[in-house]
C-alpha cells in the first residue's frame, strides 16, 4: 500500500467509527495507524485522528497540547515500558486511569476545549449546558476545572438517542454517533431546545474528570494487583477501551517529555477483549433438543463497535453458580466474534430471581440433568421442534428451516422425524413461501434422507473428536445397536479411541438416547459393520492405459472395482489426485483415501496371467 492509499483507509475507517458504522476492527485499525506512522511520521492526517470534527465555536491554541498516547496491548509490554523510565524499581508511583472512548477535554473554569488537532483545541463552551461533570465528589454541572473525557453512559444512550432523533434525518446507531450529533449542533437556538428536552429526561452527556477515577500504585506492585485495579475500572458506568498508566510525579513526568507523536511519561493499555459494565435485565430460555439454555437480556452496551444486547450464560448451574439475579450489574466481555458473556456480577437493589422451575412451552416442572435443566414432558412442542431440527440438520436436509418445520408440526401434525418423512408433495406446497418446485426439492431430499449410511449419522451427533473416519472405523468393528450399548471402558480399547473419546461417546448414547431412538426409527441404517472385508475401488480421470487394464489389476488383488464413490467406496484411485471433480470432491468429504495411478500399481502390482496362476498353485 502506497502512503495515499494507507491514509485513505485509515481516513475512511475512522470516519465510518464515529458514524457508528465500524468497517474494521480496533485493532486494525491501530495496525494502520502504526503502519503510517513509521512510512510518514509527519503525516497531516495523524494530528487529525484525535477527536472527531465537531461544531467549534473557534479553533483555541493549546499551550500544552493533548497529544495521543502510545499503546501496548499486554502487560509484560507495559512492564517493561514502566522498567525503561522508572527512577527505581520498586518506589517509583505510578497513577492508573481508565482510558475511554469519547472526546478528550479541558475545562479551564470558563472554556470547554476539545484535544482537537495537534495544537489547537476546538472551543465548545456552548455545549456546556448539555454536560454534566462526574467527578470525585458527584454528579453536576461543569462548573469548575477539569481535564476528562466527553462520553455518553451506556444507562442513558436510549433515552439521549432519542432526545436528539427528532432533529432531521440522521441515523443514530451508537453512543460515540450520538455524541457526535450533540457536538455538530451549530444553531444556539437547537442547542436550547435539545437542552430542554434532556431536562425533561434527566440524562446528560458526561465528562467524567480522569482524577475521580485514579488509583496511585507503585512500580513494584503493579504487576500483582493489575487484575484487581483493571477490575475495579471496569465496574465503572463508562465503556471503557483501555488502561492509562503515567508517573504520577508530574514533574517529572513532564521532564520526560514527548516522542514525535507521543508523551514518553504516560502509556495506554489497550484491551483485546472488550468489556463494559450492564445490568441483567431479563433471562430468556431457549429450548435445546435436551435441555433449556438461559440467555441473559442486558441493558445494551457496545463492544468493539457492536451494540450487544444478549450474553450467553451456559447453562442453568451457571446462573446459581454466579449467585445471578435480575437486576444485578455485571460486566460483559466479548473476545474477538464470539459470543459475550458475563465476567462478574454484583447485587442489584431491586432483584428478582432468574431461575424457572417450570417448562415456558408446556407447563411440566423441570428436572435437573448434570448442570443443565430438562423438560421431561413427553409432548413438549418445543423439546419435539428441537429434536426434529437438530435430525434435518444432522442429515443434511436443505432448505427445511426453524420456522417451516414449526408450521409444518403445527399443519400436519408431525410429532417425530419419521412423520415428516411421511409427508406428501400436496402438503408440502401449502406451506408459507413453498412452490412447486421447492416442495419437489424438499421432497426429494426427504425421500433421500430415509437411507442413512450409519457412519454419517454418528458423526452428525456432533461428539467430540468423532468424525466422519474415526465413526467409520468404529462401525465397521461393531454395529451401531451394539456400540450404542457398550461402557466407557469397553469403548476405550476400541483401535483408536481412547478414553476422552469414548467418555464423549459413551455421554452422547445416554444423553441423546431418546433422540437417538427416535432418528433410528425413521430410517433405514445401512451398515458398515464387516466393510472392511471386501475391499473396494474406483477409477477417476484420464488414465494411461484402459480403465479395463486398472481393474483388473485390482480384481488380481481381491479388490472389487465399483463406478460410484459411495461412504463405504475403500480407495479411489485418480489420474490426478490434486484436480477437483465430482468423484474426488466426494471421496474427499467422505473421508475415503486417494491416490495416484502411480501408487495404485506400486501398491498392487500387475500380474501376467500365468503368473497368478503359477503363484497359487505352488501355494499347495
Ligand atoms: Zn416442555
Known sequence: MSVEELASRIRRAFESYWAGIPEIS??????????????????????????PQVAALR????????????????????????KSFARTDRDERLL??????????????????TRGKGETGQDISDKLSLIELESADGTGPVNRPARGELLIRPDRFEKLRSVIRSRGNTVYRNTRNVLTGFMMLKDPREVRQLEFAMKQTGAYLTLVDYDRVSFEVSAGELESRWQELTDKIAALPYP????VVKFADAVYRQ??????????????????????????????????????????????????????????????????????????????????????????????ENRRNAMIDRCPGCGTELVWKGPELCCPGPDCFETRLCRLSAAVRALDIDNLGDATLRQIMKQFEVRSFGDLLKLDKRKLVSLDRFAEKSAANLYDALQK??????????AALNIPNVGINVAKKLLKTCPFDRLRTLSADELGVMEGIGPERAAALRKTFTEEKTFIDELLASVELRSSFGAAEKQTVCFTGKMPEKRAYYEETARQHGLEPVDQVTGNLSLLVAADPQESGTKLDHARKAGIEVISTDEFLARFPPQKKGQQE????SLF
Open 26 to 51: 480496533d485493532l486494525e485499525y491501530d495496525a494502520l495507524v502504526r503502519e503510517l506512522k513509521t512510512a510518514a511520521p509527519d503525516h497531516p492526517l495523524l494530528e487529525q485522528l484525535g477527536s
Open 59 to 82: 479553533e483555541i491554541r493549546l499551550l500544552s497540547p493533548m497529544i495521543s498516547l502510545d499503546k501496548v496491548y499486554s502487560l509484560p509490554e507495559l512492564l517493561s515500558w514502566v
Open 96 to 113: 492508573v486511569q481508565p482510558k475511554y472512548d469519547g472526546i478528550s477535554c479541558r475545562f479551564d473554569g470558563q472554556t470547554l476545549v
Open 240 to 243: 471503557m477501551d483501555g488502561i
Open 255 to 348: 521532564s520526560l517529555g514527548s516522542t514525535a507523536h507521543h508523551p514518553r511519561g504516560e502509556m495506554a493499555y489497550k484491551f483485546v477483549n472488550a468489556r463494559s459494565p450492564s445490568a441483567l435485565e431479563d433471562v430468556e430460555w431457549s429450548f435445546g433438543k435436551n435441555s433449556l439454555t438461559p440467555v441473559a437480556v442486558i441493558r445494551p452496551v457496545e463492544l468493539g463497535g457492536t451494540t450487544i444486547r444478549r450474553a450467553t450464560l451456559h447453562n442453568a448451574k451457571n446462573i446459581l453458580d454466579l449467585n445471578l439475579q435480575i437486576g444485578d450489574d455485571i460486566v460483559v466481555e466479548r473476545a474477538g466474534d464470539v459470543i459475550p458473556h458475563i465476567v462478574s456480577s454484583s447485587p442489584g
Open 449 to 458: 434422507a430415509r437411507k442413512c449410511d450409519d457412519f454419517r449419522l454418528l
Open 614 to 617: 503359477e503363484e497359487q498353485l
